[in-house]
């Protein structure tokens, strides 16, 4: 059996492997963009989203408590004989309109009707 070599045959001598791609740094690049200013990791923006998070929910608790932390008192008012819910809507919330005062003292007193009963105390809300 024959064997054909191509190009040239040396005794003992190994073939190098084929070389790999290597990678160069190429100066001014996307690198440089970044080299002096500030880089966020993913755990740094989740640290970010928390505190802002965290930040929004203490406003929305703290506009919920009027801010400031000092809660008004309550107004009451006591049913008199022959008084209406309407009556006592029309006199107690005067920026409201009737049905929508009527509506507003039922769901601060949990009313399930709109009547009212003689001495009854009233919680009248904050218009």
């Known amino acids: ?11 003992g001598h190994v073939p190098a492997p084929p ?5 160069t740094l190429i100066e001014g690049g996307a690198a440089a963009e970044h080299a002096g200013g500030l880089r966020l990791t993913g755990p740094g923006r989740l640290a ?4 802002l998070a ?10 919920g408590t009027g801010g400031a932390g000092a809660a008004e008192a309550e107004r ?5 004989p022959g008084q209406t819910l309407s009556e006592i809507a029309a006199a107690e919330l005067p920026g409201l309109s009737i049905s929508e005062g009527i ?11 709109a009547q009212v009963s003689a001495g ?3 919680v009248v809300p904050r218009s």
């Open 103 to 113: 509506v507003a003292l039922q769901l601060a007193n949990s009313l399930n009707t």
């Open 48 to 51: 970010i989203l928390l505190l």
């Open 76 to 80: 009451t008012v006591t049913v008199r």
């Open 120 to 122: 009854q105390e009233l």
């Open 1 to 11: 059996m024959s064997a054909i070599a191509w190009g040239p045959a040396e005794v």
């Open 54 to 63: 965290l930040a929004v929910a203490a406003v929305v608790v703290l506009s």
């Open 19 to 23: 070389s790999r791609p290597r990678l």
